[in-house]
């Protein structure tokens, strides 16, 4: 692994894990198993290395995406695969990386709303493919469904109201997952989704 690779890849699982803050250029340093010296001629300071990170992750799961949209049989078959991935996606995620982003980093933040803005378009387009399936109605809008989807789902990662009323959160997540499907699915929509159910959860 090229050592600017393998530097995005252990300051990602940091990052993650313990949050921008706790994170040090002598932590990234060490689990790459590299000097300072020459982590800095990398990579100029932290804000710089954070900002790759969240880049390369976006184009990552862009490409992810992108790859299970083209080798589904049907558009139920891409959500739940997709909602697979995402649900990985935010359980990486610490509480004090969504904090120390939000507080310190706006401009990361940005960056990674418009990759959320990519993602939200892709699933957009896989709903209409779904209007032509016969899956999902037609009186669907596209591109509003998207994005009410995207937000319930980031509205409940991490939400400690979930836990303080006695739920597990994971379940809730895929509740509101599966929920969320049908009530745009048609009646044969309805049936792939049974089916998708007892295969992809």
């Known amino acids: 692994m090229e050592n600017k690779e393998k530097i995005i890849t252990r300051s990602h699982e940091l990052l993650v894990s313990i949050g921008p803050t706790s994170m040090t250029m002598d932590m990234v340093a060490h689990a790459c198993g590299i000097s300072k010296r020459t982590l800095y001629e990398t990579f100029p300071d932290k804000k710089t290395l954070i900002m790759e990170c969240i880049k390369v ?9 992108c790859r299970i949209y083209r080798e589904s049989s049907n558009c139920f078959e891409a959500l739940f695969c997709i909602f697979k991935m995402v649900r990985q996606y935010f359980n990486k995620r610490s509480q004090a990386f969504i904090d120390d982003l939000k507080r310190l980093y706006p401009d990361v933040v940005e960056q990674q709303r ?5 993602l939200i378009t892709q699933l957009s387009e896989v ?10 109605s037609s009186n669907v809008n596209s591109d509003l469904a998207s994005m009410l989807y995207f ?18 959160p994971s379940q809730v997540y895929e509740a509101a997952f599966i929920n969320f499907m049908r009530g745009m699915a048609t009646q044969h929509g309805l049936e792939v989704i049974e089916d998708a159910i007892k295969k992809y959860l």
């Open 127 to 136: 709903l209409k493919q779904g209007q032509e399936e016969g899956l999902v």
């Open 114 to 118: 418009e990759g959320e803005k990519i």
């Open 57 to 65: 992750d976006h184009l990552h799961h862009h490409q992810e995406a």
């Open 151 to 168: 937000t319930l789902m980031s509205s409940l990662h991490n939400n400690p109201r979930i836990t303080s009323m006695g739920f597990n």
